[in-house]
């Protein structure tokens, strides 16, 4: 299985980006998907989620500004981000599989992909 995150980039604080995370060796839509990050010198944290059966879930953080979305054709997860603050600057990593109220405790996720890094300048 290999998730392969893709779309961070430097951003103006106010601006947007949309990560992607494709998939190969496991269907997206069987599985619980998601989005976590991970800020220089803090834990790993969520941040979104879709479930394979399409229910969406957010972080408080980023609750009204960010919109997960599966495309099941093109097996492909994204995270589209708006109005971004500087205290969204992490790299972000897709994941799959276990249980999404596993993954708001931070832990049981199956599969990590690489993170991609996401800079947002004041």
């Known amino acids: 299985v290999q998730l392969q995150a893709s779309g961070g980039g430097l951003v103006q604080s106010g601006g947007s980006l949309r990560l992607s995370c494709a998939a190969s060796?496991?269907?997206?839509?069987?599985?619980?998907t998601g989005w976590f990050r991970q800020a220089l010198g803090k834990e790993r944290e969520f941040v979104a989620a879709?479930?394979?059966?399409?229910?969406?879930y957010y972080a408080d953080s980023v609750k009204g500004r960010f919109t997960i979305s599966r495309h099941n054709a093109g097996n492909t997860v994204y995270l589209e981000m708006n109005s971004l603050k500087p205290e969204d600057t992490a790299v972000y990593y897709c994941?799959?599989?276990?249980?999404?109220?596993?993954?708001?405790?931070?832990?049981?996720?199956?599969?990590w992909g690489r993170g991609t890094l996401v800079t947002v300048s004041s």
């Open positions: 060796g496991l269907t997206f839509s069987n599985y619980n």
């Open positions: 994941a799959a599989g276990g249980s999404i109220s596993s993954w708001r405790r931070g832990v049981g996720v199956d599969y």
């Open positions: 879709i479930s394979w059966s399409g229910i969406t």
